[in-house]
C-alpha cells in the first residue's frame, strides 16, 4: 500500500510554468505505476501523465504532449509533473494516482488504486 501527497500548484500566469511534486510513503514506491490525473470543473477527472516503475516508459495525453514532462526519483520517493507554456484551459485539480499494475494496463482513473487529495493550478489568461 502507498500514499501520496501533492504539492507545488498556485496561481501561474498563462505562458508560465509551475512544478508539481508527490510524495509517496512505503518500500515498495519504485515497483508502483504512477499517473497525473486533473479535473476542472464541472468535468471528469482526465488523465495527465503516467510512467512506469524505472522512468522508462511514459505516456501523456495529446492535450499536454510537448508541454508537460513526468518524472521520479525512486530514491526519494517522489514523482513530479513539470509543466511550461501553462495555458488557461490547463486549470484544475491535479492529483497524483500510484497503481501496482503496469502501465501498458492502468489508462483510466478508476484503475488507479491511490490517490491523493489534488492541489490547485490556476493559470490566468
Known amino acids: 500500500q502507498v500514499q501520496v501527497v501533492e504539492s507545488g500548484g498556485g496561481l501561474v500566469q498563462a505562458g508560465g510554468s509551475l512544478r508539481l511534486s508527490c510524495a509517496a510513503s512505503?518500500?515498495?514506491?519504485?515497483?508502483?505505476?504512477m499517473g497525473w490525473f486533473r479535473q476542472a470543473p464541472g468535468k471528469e477527472r482526465e488523465f495527465v501523465a503516467a510512467?512506469?516503475?524505472?522512468?522508462?516508459?511514459?505516456y501523456y495525453a495529446d492535450s499536454v504532449k510537448g508541454r508537460f514532462t513526468i518524472s521520479r526519483d525512486n530514491g526519494k520517493n517522489k514523482v513530479y509533473l513539470q509543466m511550461n507554456s501553462l495555458k488557461a484551459v490547463d486549470t484544475a485539480v491535479y492529483y497524483c494516482?500510484?497503481?501496482?499494475?503496469?502501465?501498458?494496463?492502468?489508462?483510466?482513473?478508476?484503475?488507479?488504486?491511490?490517490w491523493g487529495q489534488g492541489t490547485q493550478v490556476t493559470v490566468s489568461s
Open positions: 512505503g518500500r515498495t514506491f519504485s515497483t508502483y505505476t
Open positions: 510512467i512506469n516503475w524505472s522512468g522508462g516508459t511514459t
Open positions: 494516482a500510484a497503481d501496482r499494475r503496469p502501465i501498458g494496463t492502468v489508462r483510466t482513473p478508476a484503475e488507479y488504486s491511490y
